[in-house]
């Protein structure tokens, strides 16, 4: 199965939670005055280093670096959860006692984008499997002509290009997201 990502994906998130959590609590310990005499009102920064900092020029750059930095990265994390994470191969054999078929999801998509580009009226198609190796999933999106009606297409890529893969990959009850889009230009000379 595809875990590898999944797994240092909840470590990290662990380990972020951890230091946010260590953070908390030690602010609430200073606030309570468990680190001295120092209250809640007292400032976070002794009079020495405020006068470095005030004094240097280069530091609150380097501070807004480095808070821009760790957004930029918590930006592009978020972004990448949304996205299931692709699968390179797909596992055949459903019992491991026997031997391992593995078959690359390449081959599969490949052949599935050729067999519904090669429909009339599609200008464009690209498929991806996501989740696991032993249970994909299908994401197709398909671009078709102006001049294309979707319905019979998409009733086309359900009753012969999906049930193909169904059966290659052993599974009736697969997954299949399907979006259609449409492109301004007519698509002329496919095979019907």
């Not at 990290?12 to 009102?41: C, E, M, T």
């Not at 501070?63 to 990448?80: P, Q, R, S």
């Not at 012969?160 to 893969?165: D, K, M």
């Amino acid at each position: 199965m595809n875990r590898p990502p999944h797994r240092i994906n909840r470590i990290a998130l662990a380990l972020v939670g951890l230091v946010l959590l260590a953070g908390g609590v030690l602010a609430l310990l200073r606030g309570a005055g468990f680190f001295g005499s120092a209250g809640p009102d007292a400032a976070l920064l002794v009079p020495s280093e405020r006068h470095y900092a005030a004094a240097s020029g280069w530091v609150w750059p380097v501070v807004g670096a480095a808070a821009a930095l760790v957004a930029i990265v918590g930006v592009i994390w978020a972004l990448a959860q949304l996205r299931p994470a692709g699968v390179r191969t797909l596992a055949l054999e459903a019992d491991r006692s026997r031997g391992a078929t593995r078959l690359s999801a390449a081959a599969v998509t490949d052949a599935l984008e050729d067999e519904v580009h090669s429909y009339r009226g599609v200008h464009q198609a690209h498929a991806r499997l996501t989740h696991s190796s032993r249970y994909p999933r299908l994401d197709l999106r398909v671009v078709l002509a102006a001049d294309a009606d979707p319905r019979p297409i998409r009733a086309r890529i359900e009753r012969e290009a999906l049930a193909v893969l169904r059966r290659v990959l052993d599974q009736e009850d697969l997954h299949a997201r399907i979006r259609l889009d449409v492109t301004s230009r007519p698509v002329r000379g496919r095979i019907g």
